[in-house]
């Protein structure tokens, strides 16, 4: 062969060879680790054609499955939910358009195709098998779940939401909203039918979709007080510093004055002095206003809410998250002042006020909340933990030290003592006005059981009344969770 040919047919052999080489690498890169992101992607017409034909792994708490698939005679599987309604705001759907909650959070695990199910990652992944969907648990408590729908069902509320977060690790034990839907509804094989349900929901002027105790945002009323209490405690008062109260409190520039409520004349927050736990026990506005208005004033409080997780989404599964809540950051004192007395422009989740409960009993450190456990492979063995993961320190030890003592204080001898002897050892009242409505958004924020406090909870009721009202449903979600 002439030097010239064989020179052209060794070029043309490298060509070839590194064109080869170009391929088998786009193919596996695209096989092995884009296959994900391409499944996923809207541009993929597949993606929901697909969906229902995967054995998904069940969603379990308490060794109870509260969401699983089963099998149809199309061999396709439909998702099916246990008492759909408690624990939807966990579960979430899984429809033929989108899926929400862990449903979401878990959902590549739940299908198969998380890497950490795997048996030989990237062999599997380029031969196509299919891995079988894995397990995924739920932090929840079956029972206090369960405990927490009927009496939030039960309380004649046009809106309730209740959450329970184990304190030292920001677990949530109970998750629960009314009015609620049940996902067994939308997560039917049929998309006219499916449609038609999301379209009925949707409709419906309360959201039943919209979970909320975590994605709704209510005035707080005086359960913020504790974030307001924090802050002054921060700019360094103590629980027995003598602080201003009196019968009204007319902010600088303001139009109108702040007073206390109605039944409070003549009382303690009627004088012109009392000790910071005494007007935090009684819940009296002035002093509060007056705190979040010139001292400590507002960006002190701002901070203060901040450190508790406002103004924050809070993710607590991954890629689910919160509503933001909010204290306004303002220079007009009658906003502040209105804001601190958790009215006007302040705006909190029951998820966010559970935090700040949760952060007074466990020396001062906000846990980031989680609904997950663990994730367990088909066989049953544990691939993954989700450890608990500090988010922040609002308080020092001292300083939450004595704010639990306000909050005791509350039980013993202000507005929450009709909680006296219940599980719930400490907490805060609120009662929120909602403007032109005949209801009120009534709050009890706390911690028990008594003996050990080691659960923060928040529960909001929507109807006319006083944040005590809600209190007894507090006791009675601890009390499940601390039974026998």
Known sequence: MLPGIDRALTRTWVVTLVLVAALMANITYVQGFQAEELRDSTLNSRRLADRFKIDRGPIVADGVRLAWSERTGDERYRRRYREGPVFAPVTGYFSVFAQTGLEEAANHFLDGTDGRLATADLIDKLLGRRVPGGTVEATIDVRAQRAAYQALSGAGARRAAAVVLDADTGAIRVLASTPTYDPNEVSTLDGKKAAAAFERLNAQPLKPLLDKAAKELFPPGSTFKAVVAAAALEAGATAGTGVRAGRSYRPPGAGQAINNDAADIGGVCDRARIPLIEAFAQSCNTTFAYMGAEEPGNGAVHDMAAGFGFGDRIEYAD??????????????????????????????????MAM?????????????????????????????????????????????AQMRDMMEAVVQRGTGRS?????????????ADVEGASY?????????????????????????????????????????????
Do not use: C, H
């Open 319 to 352: 890629g689910v998250f919160s509503a933001a809540s909010s204290f306004p950051e303002t220079g007009e004192a009658a906003l502040s002042a209105l804001g601190s007395i958790g009215q006007g422009s302040t705006v909190a989740t029951p998820l966010q």
């Open 419 to 431: 909680l006296r002897g219940t599980s719930i050892l400490g907490g805060k009242t609120g009662t």
């Open 440 to 484: 009120n958004d009534r709050w009890f924020i706390g911690f028990g059981p008594r003996e050990n406090p080691e659960y923060a909870v928040a529960v909001l009721t929507e109807a006319p009344g006083y944040g005590i009202e809600s209190g007894p449903i507090a006791a009675r979600i601890v009390d499940a969770l601390t039974r026998e």
């Open 356 to 400: 700040v409960a949760a952060a007074v009993i466990n020396d001062g450190v906000v846990m980031r909340p989680r609904l997950i456990d663990r994730f367990r492979a088909p066989g049953g063995r544990t691939v993954d933990e989700v450890s608990p993961r500090r988010m922040s320190r609002a308080l020092s030890s001292g300083q939450a």
